[in-house]
């Protein structure tokens, strides 16, 4: 497994449950880098506890996919535990919680269309290895989706 570096950008966000339920997500952003290989991606992830369930959401962003479109693109990710294991699906990008970030809101980035990734074997390897990169190896990814059930 490559090793990952994480640089946070600023401090970890809390946010009210849109809910109502009273709890609270954890918010973090920052840059995700593989040194050997010198790729890296920018990173926003929240960490939702709602009632029972662990949930996180990730938007893994490269550069431009796209010639005539130059903005950042971002795939939206979310991940849950299901009796002590992760699964993870890519996700529609108005389907997450990242819709209102003010990148995304102002177009200034863009969140990709779940069939962008999926239907390219290149693309959905791609994000699929930083997902399980990223969260075995950020800690507070790590630490909030607990050890791998053996």
Known sequence: MPEIRF???GQVKETPCDCGCGQIHRCL???ASRPE???????FAVL??????????????????????????????????????????????DESPFRREALFAQKVARLVRRDEVMDDPERKAWLFGWVDDL???VGALRDFVGPPVS
């Open 29 to 31: 952003r920052g840059q």
């Open 48 to 93: 939702a506890r709602h009632k029972a369930e662990r949930h996180v959401w990730l938007a893994i962003g490269s550069g431009s996919w796209d010639e005539r479109d130059g903005r950042d693109c971002f795939c939206s990710v979310e991940a849950w535990v299901v009796d002590g294991k992760v699964a993870c699906r890519a996700t529609e990008g």
């Open 37 to 43: 290989s010198e790729s890296s991606v920018l990173l």
């Open 135 to 137: 969260l075995l190896q």
């Open 7 to 9: 640089e946070p950008f």
